[in-house]
């Protein structure tokens, strides 16, 4: 970072609706520097001759606790948290223009949030108005996400602890919703089983919004009605992950609804299977971020052509985009404390190398609708499978790999949830 002072706020709470907020989720920045989940919270970091980390945190307060919940306060969010300093939350803008004076760089997150933006103004004001006492605001202001980005993207040996955790958990959950799944059943019904094993495994909550998508829904990719009922014959396409202290999972699984895969599903799966399999031999160190996502598009449109839904070379269906009609999207993103994690994919025009300690999504698909020149007999067929990835230094390894993935092995779990 350099010297010069550096501004964490945590994410604020939100109202639901009246005087009801949603469930309270801190900042990732700030928990990833600091640990600490309580909203009304700051992190300063100074840099410098003599560094420090200072907090600004709710008080305790007794009343407010009976009906929220314990609060630290400061004095016991600096031991408990190792901070140098702490202060209450009201202190704030009386403490940092003294902390800003005479340093020269403020280091925060711009345009995150209007009134944080307008605050910084403020308080960099305050310390301008003290130029003829010889005191100096930072001559200049950076983005600090340049910096923490780059450092969220390499997991240390505790992050990947929980996102192994994490994974874990999401595998079950998928597993158990394979076992549940019944032809007249809703998609909301799967989704239960799916919350039921995070919560009862640890898990604080879904790391996103969880989509369970049956029949023709599967070719909707953010689909979150999750409200039809599930039908013989179609497939049920599940994309849900927990999160962990923080860290989130991500797994897409595929199954037919009646445990049984026909014909042209079991085509298009195990086409999109092979997509993934060549992705993930071509996640290790060294690697290109894009080198998987262009593995996968190559075998995808070699089965484009070889089912008959595209015409032409290979070369030519990739080069002309042809593929695009039914693989529209890329073949995976970051993955850490959010879901799509922080972090750049290019730099310096270049796709991002792979290093250890990386850790991303692979997530080919493949999303048939009807339509002109499309064999019919493919229609509505909607196939993702999506794992998560750990670069290691010979290769990668697959933090899900205990979900079902393989025809066999779903319909075999299928089978077992029906007792047969």
Same mark, same amino acid.
């Given at each position: 970072?350099?010297?010069? %002072?550096?501004? $964490? ?6 109202? @639901? ?24 919270? &700051?992190? $300063? ?46 202190? #704030?803008? =009386?403490?940092?223009?003294?902390? #800003?004076?005479?340093?020269? =760089? ?28 010889? *005191? ?15 450092? @969220?993207?390499?997991?240390?040996? @505790? ?7 994490? =994974? ?6 998928? /597993? ?60 049920? #396409? ?18 037919? *609804? ?40 190559? &075998? ?13 070379? $290979?070369?030519? $269906? ?35 190398? #792979? ?26 067929? !909607? *196939?993702?499978? /999506? ?5 290691? /230094? ?15 092995? %779903? ?7 029906? !007792?047969?």
């Amino acid at each position: 970072m350099g010297r010069g %002072i550096a501004l $964490v706020p945590t994410a604020p709470e939100r109202l @639901r609706n009246r005087d009801s907020e949603y469930p309270y989720r801190f900042d990732s920045y700030f928990y990833y520097l600091t640990g600490f989940t309580e909203p009304e919270s &700051v992190l $300063v970091l100074v840099a410098g001759e003599t560094p420090k980390s200072i907090l600004f945190a709710r008080e305790r307060n007794p009343e407010r606790e009976l009906w929220d919940g314990f609060r630290h306060g400061p004095d016991a969010a600096r031991e408990a948290f190792a901070f140098d300093e702490a202060f209450p939350i009201a202190a #704030l803008d =009386a403490r940092l223009p003294d902390l #800003l004076a005479n340093q020269p =760089a403020l280091f925060y997150m711009p345009g995150m949030d209007a009134a944080w933006d307008a605050r910084v103004m403020g308080w960099l004001n305050a310390v301008r108005a003290q130029a003829r006492n010889g *005191v100096a605001a930072p001559a200049e202001i950076r983005d600090l996400r340049v910096v923490l980005d780059e450092m @969220r993207l390499v997991k240390d040996a @505790r992050e990947i602890d929980i996102m192994r955790r994490a =994974a874990a958990i999401s595998a079950r959950a998928h /597993e158990r919703a394979m076992r549940a799944t019944r032809p007249g059943a809703f998609e909301y019904e799967i989704e239960a089983e799916l919350l039921h094993e995070f919560r009862r495994s640890g898990s604080q909550a879904p790391a996103y919004g969880s989509i369970v998508a049956g029949g023709a829904n599967a070719n909707v990719l953010h689909y979150r009605g999750n409200d039809m009922r599930l039908a013989d014959g179609d497939l049920l #396409l599940i994309d849900a992950g927990c999160e962990l202290d923080g860290y989130a999972s991500d797994i897409t699984r595929t199954f037919p *609804v009646n445990g049984r895969f026909s014909g042209p599903q079991r085509d298009v799966y195990e086409l999109v299977l092979a997509a993934q399999a060549a992705a993930i031999a071509a996640v290790k160190p060294g690697s290109r971020w894009d080198a998987p996502h262009e593995a996968a598009v190559r &075998v995808l449109a070699q089965g484009y052509v070889d089912l008959k839904l595209l015409a032409g070379s $290979v070369d030519h $269906v990739i080069e002309s985009g042809d593929y695009k009609r039914f693989y529209m999207h890329r073949t995976g993103h970051w993955l850490g404390l959010d879901v799509h994690d922080a972090g750049e994919y290019k730099e310096s025009g270049e796709w991002k190398p #792979l290093r250890p300690g990386m850790t991303l999504t692979v997530e080919p698909g493949t999303y048939i609708r009807p339509g002109e020149g499309v064999p019919e007999r493919f229609w509505n067929i !909607g *196939v993702r499978i /999506e794992d998560d990835a750990l670069v290691t /230094e010979s290769g990668c390894e697959i933090l899900t790999a205990a979900a079902p993935k393989s025809v066999s092995d %779903i319909e075999a779990v299928m089978r077992a949830g029906r !007792g047969v």
